[in-house]
């Protein structure tokens, strides 16, 4: 399926702002005003759906008005993106309500986020054929200032279309998953030396080449083997250029993460991928030598893959992250010094 970009966002655009998964609560909706806020600072116009700033049993509003107001937005010519607040814990619920077949005739618009929002950056692509942002989510953008990795979404969003967006490994990472104070305009606390590593454990410089797609862990793994979760038919789609397969774990501990990735692998998702890059993992350390870890989990499942497998990427719950766009033809180079990701738009 040929991956089709949305055109890049000006001073003017609309973009619709709606909850798919989980919604705002009250006490937070200073920091989620400070995000629209800077939204409109830029130039652009903001729509806010009803499916935003209220949150009961873990989602915003009732799987059916979600659904709706999603393709709502989709669709709707004068929308140009579509950015939720955050993800969540039960996007799971819209995928059958979802017309992807209808948005794989409409023009694409962004879809941003990441978490729970995997949950339709997958299908977006890989059945619609749409180019999305595994980035930077709406609430990160309500800082005063933005770091930098947080800063290039912005690169990715405003390019024209062939432009060709090049984002370095951070030079710091933030130690926990954030959380936001009630009207909070405060950035990232990036404390930590940022250093992507080699799984097997090299430092010699590795380059690899393919279309991206990924996604959180928690919710790819749960899609494969579904229509909405078929990488194998995206692999083959694009046989010629090759896939990069990306991915960050949340909350699985070792022995989860373990089973999840063999999962994946009994699904032919490691079969004929050009690299692998992982994010850095949110879940509990596992420090007990006599007890499964995470590298653990990582070299039972992909140790023995022939391509460059990549971890402790800025990618993920753990901030600041890049802007990863589904689809695109990217570039990775790893080295020793430092690391980089090219994508072309």
Known sequence: ??????????????????????????????????????????????????CLRSQYKNKSACKISRAEELMFYLTHPEVKAVMPPWGGDLAIELLELLDFERLARTEPKWFVGFSDLCTF?????????????????????????????????????????????EQHASAAFQMNENQWGPASDAGFHLTQKTQWQHLDGV????????????????????????????????????????????????????????????????????NDLKGVLIG?????????????????????????????VLYD??????????SLVNGASTTVLFTEKGSSVTQQL
């Open 1 to 50: 399926m040929k991956i089709r970009f949305p055109p890049k966002l000006v001073p003017g655009d609309l973009i619709a702002i709606t909850a798919p998964s989980s919604g705002v609560p009250q006490h937070l909706h200073p920091r989620l005003d400070l995000a629209i806020n800077n939204l409109i600072k830029k130039g652009f116009r903001v729509v806010e759906g009803d």
């Open 121 to 165: 950056h997958f299908p977006l692509t890989t059945l619609s054929g749409w180019a999305t942002v595994h980035g930077p989510n709406l609430m990160d953008l309500g800082a005063k200032e933005l770091d930098s990795t947080t800063q290039a979404i912005w690169s990715i969003l405003e390019s024209d279309r062939g432009a060709v967006c």
């Open 203 to 270: 430092t010699s410089s590795a380059r690899f080449q393919g279309r991206l797609i990924g996604g959180c862990l928690e919710i790819i793994s749960r899609l494969a083997g579904t229509s909405f979760g078929n990488l194998p038919l995206f692999q083959a789609q694009n046989s010629n250029e090759g896939v990069i397969l990306y991915f960050e774990n949340v909350e699985m501990g070792p022995c989860e993460l373990t089973r999840a990735l063999f999962s994946l692998r009994l699904h032919g998702w490691f």
């Open 280 to 308: 850095r993992s949110a879940a509990p350390a596992v420090n007990d030598p006599t007890q499964q870890n995470y590298l653990d989990a990582l070299h039972a499942a992909l140790g023995d893959l022939a391509v460059p």
């Open 313 to 322: 990427v800025d990618i993920g719950h753990i901030p600041p992250q890049i």
